[in-house]
């Protein structure tokens, strides 16, 4: 049955090398990750972890025996340096191993801030993976002063575990509005509003200018206003890249991530790609989705082909944050909407409709799961909705599925 190989052992490796095995695959498997922990969530690191409100045990996907049991070798806290796709190798360390089908699943990786500007200073911080935010948690004290950088999902969900452990907080977003490049205005004033509430310092319109250490250590930051700010620590959240330098050390075409067709296959015929660092057809389009669901989707969709399915991987969007007692569920992508219709619920219940040439395309959903169920399943049917129904809060939504 041959080697199966699969290089970064998170939500897409894990889920990949346990379908391989459900779908019959008798062969070898071996899972490479660099970190020495268990494939794990990365969701809850930035909410739940990071408050102290879940134990690591529960982070972790499966358990060890999980591995054990399906017979597949798990190569912890060991990184692949290279990829030889003539002779179907990959090395680790001083090791090389045959593989007969490679999976890449490495994920991606967090942005830095540049050395230049401070970036590489003692408690400056990104949120990414378990070893970054056991670092990053010590300091969340009670009265400490945080700069976040960047207004995205990150920066806010950082801001909001710093605001609940008693941090005092200052988010600067270079945009005009935070949630600019993935929101309309709408949901960038509910979650700027529901930030400013709990005591959050947003600053828009305001990037960093550098930051100011002493000893190694941040001690401040000057804004590109001139602002100068007193900081005991940094969380930078200006987005992730998709991790593919392997993957061009191995030639791989490279467009927005590894580029893969349809069934996940890369321009190397043995070679697979799955979760964030991976890029596909969409609607006639190209796009790579950063989120859990795609991981899962994706990565299975990859091993019933690595088995010779055959099957076209049809993505169907959704994502969700957390911030303070806010749950955020997003259906479909909002690319070129051209209108937005809002549903008013009571308190902090709202969700925002988009639209593109009358066409229903994604929805916002803040404590509305009923808005965010009817929205994703009339999305993921190709339907609209009628935007005199959606915007009438009195109005029941589940008779727009039967339309």
Not at 98 to 110: C, F, I, K, M
Not at 143 to 169: D, Q, S, T
Request: glycine letters at 10%; one cysteine or more; charged letters at 25%.
């Amino acid at each position: 049955m041959g080697h199966i190989v699969v290089i970064g052992a998170g939500q897409a490796g894990s889920s990949l090398v346990a379908r391989l095995r459900k779908d019959g695959f008798k062969g070898d498997i071996t899972l490479i990750g660099a970190e020495p922990h268990l494939p794990y969530q990365r969701p809850p690191l930035s909410k739940a972890y990071l408050l102290g409100e879940m134990e690591l045990e529960r982070l972790f996907l499966r358990p060890e025996s999980f591995y054990v049991e399906n017979n597949i070798a798990l190569r912890l806290g060991q990184r692949v340096t290279a990829i030889d796709p003539q002779a179907k190798t990959v090395t680790v360390g001083d090791e090389v191993i045959a593989y007969d089908e490679l999976a890449l699943t490495t994920g991606s990786d967090p942005r830095y801030l540049p050395a230049a500007i401070g970036g590489d200073l003692e408690g400056v911080h990104v949120v990414r993976d378990l070893a970054h935010i056991d670092e990053m948690e010590p300091r969340l004290t009670d009265g400490a002063l945080a700069l976040i950088v960047g207004g995205g999902y990150i920066g806010l969900e950082a801001a909001a575990v710093c605001a609940k452990r008693g941090v005092k907080v200052t988010l600067v977003e270079m945009a005009d509005r935070i949630l600019q490049r993935v929101a309309a205005p709408e949901t960038s004033d509910f979650f700027r509003t529901l930030h400013t509430n709990h005591g959050a310092d947003i600053r828009e319109g305001v990037g960093l200018d550098h930051l100011v250490g002493e000893k190694g250590k941040v001690v401040g930051a000057v804004l590109s206003d001139g602002t100068e700010l007193d900081v005991d620590f940094v969380v930078v959240g200006v987005g992730i890249v998709p991790s593919t330098q392997l993957a061009e050390m191995a030639g791989l075409e490279l467009e927005n991530g590894i580029k893969t067709d349809a069934h996940g296959r890369t321009s190397d015929p043995s070679i697979w790609a799955a979760g964030d660092c991976a890029s596909f057809p969409y609607k006639g389009n190209r796009i790579r989705l950063e989120s859990v669901p795609n991981a899962i989707d994706q990565a299975e969709v990859v091993a019933q082909n690595m088995l010779g399915a055959a099957k076209d991987y049809v993505a169907t969007p959704w994502f969700w944050s957390d911030q303070y007692d806010v749950k955020l569920q997003i259906a479909g992508l909002n690319t070129g909407y051209d209108r937005v219709v809002t549903r008013q619920g009571e308190g902090q219940t709202v969700s925002f409709w988009y639209y593109k040439d009358d066409q229903l395309i994604a929805v916002d959903a803040m404590n509305d799961p009923r808005a965010y169920m009817v929205g994703k399943r009339l999305i993921d049917a190709g339907k609209t909705a009628d935007p005199a129904v959606v915007s009438n809060p009195d109005a029941d939504l589940k008779p727009l599925l039967k339309a």
